[in-house]
């Protein structure tokens, strides 16, 4: 748990120095550097996705899942949870078209990545926190650009990877043993893809509704143990 609150504590000090010092940085080097974290952001995230075992069964996790999150539109309420808190906390609500996106992409960047998932089972089943405190060191150059380029809406993602991996830490204790290395690798390699599609939306080639994609990334829970009976059935 205290390699979840590092890393957003991190992760919120990092994005207010973004912010504190956005005035002081020429545009034109985070216009930049945001291209390239975009096409870093990708290349792992392709470099996650091709290591599934279970092509099938990651199609069919990422269609239902899709088609699950549309449905209850998870995408709407983040931008309303991003929306409340630029009016709660923004004191140029009314100007800053940013936040919401800020608040939205990074969390979505820094919570459903595979380093997340993993680090986050690691710290919790074996107290390795190893993958976290580098995931932490991506986060905060990440978060120092994107708050830069996006404002204050950053900072508050630090709340969103201290709640998730937090919460995935603690259920790593207890459902681990239950998970197997498959699903922990389906799960992964689901995050890869999702990955990809921030990476596209960071370079604006196409505006896809990564936060309706999200619970693909755990469908491998249920996919896998039911994918091993049916296999040992016939």
Known sequence: MYAALINGIAVAVAALCGVLFKNKINEKYTSAILLGLA???????????????????????IVAGILFG?????????NRL??????????ESGNDNTFT???????????????AIIGSLQAGTMGDATII??????????????AVALGAGVIFSGVSVLLYQGLLTLLAVWVSPYLGDAVINE????????????????????KIRVGNMLPAVFLPILYQ??????????
């Open 39 to 61: 096409i870093v952001v990708g290349i792992i995230g392709a470099s996650y996705a091709i290591g599934t075992e279970d092509t099938l069964g990651m199609i069919l996790c």
């Open 133 to 146: 405190f580098s995931k932490t060191v991506i986060d905060c150059i990440t978060a120092l650009s994107f």
């Open 187 to 206: 799960m992964s390699a689901i995050g890869g893809v999702l990955m990809i599609a921030i990476s596209l939306n960071m370079l604006g080639i196409k």
């Open 82 to 91: 991003g929306d409340m808190l630029k009016n709660k906390f923004s004191a």
């Open 225 to 234: 143990p039911f994918a091993h009976w049916l296999t040992n059935l016939f």
């Open 101 to 115: 996106e800020g608040f939205v992409a990074s969390s979505l960047l820094f919570c459903i990545g595979p380093m």
């Open 70 to 78: 549309e449905w209850i539109n998870i995408e709407k309420h983040l």
